[in-house]
C-alpha cells in the first residue's frame, strides 16, 4: 500500500488511500492519511483522503478532518472533509463545526457552513448543548447558524432560549429567529 501512495499516477495514490479507509492498523492509517491530506499535489487524493478519513472515525481523525475543514484547501475537499464528519457523527467535532460559521473568505466558506449545518444535524442530540451556548456568541453568524440548526432540530424545548434573541442587535440573527419560532410553535401544537 505504501508503494501506491508514492506513485506518480494519482489514481494509483488515490486507491491506496482508499484502502487505507478499511485498514485494522487505525493510528498508522491516520498518519498516513494526514500526509496525504496535507501534502498531496492531487485534489482528487486530497479528496479521497478526508473520506478515508471518514471511514476510519475516531478523534484523531475527526480532528484532522475539521483542521481541513477550516483550511484554504479546495472548496470540494473541504467539503468532502465535512461530509466525512457528517457520516462519521462524531461529537468531538461540534467545536470545529461551530467555528466553522466564523469564516468569512468568500462562497468557499459558505459551501463549508452549508455542509457544516447538515453535519451538526446528522450528528443530533449531542450538539443541542454547545449550539445553545453558541446563542451567545459574539459572532452574529454563529449566533445565526446556531439558531438555524436548532430551529432544524425541530425540538420545542429550546423556544425559550431562542426567543431571547428577538431584540438581538443584528438583523440577521432576528429575522431567523422569528422564523425558527414560528416552524417550532408549528411543532409544539
Known sequence: MSEGLKSADWHERARAVRALGDSQDHAGAVRALETVLRHDPAREVRFSAAAALGQLGGPDATALLVEKAASTDESDVRGAAVISIATSRDPSAIPGLINL????????????????????????VPVVPQLLEALNDP???????AVEVLGEMGNPEVADRIAALKADPDFGVRWRVENV?????????
Request: net charge positive; charged share 30%; aromatic share 2%.
Open 101 to 124: 460559521f466564523r469564516l468569512n473568505r468568500g462562497d468557499d466558506d459558505v459551501s463549508a457552513q452549508n455542509h457544516a449545518r447538515h453535519a451538526l444535524l446528522k450528528i443530533g
Open 181 to 189: 419560532l414560528a416552524k417550532l410553535k408549528g411543532t409544539k401544537q
Open 139 to 145: 459572532s452574529a453568524k454563529v449566533r445565526e447558524a
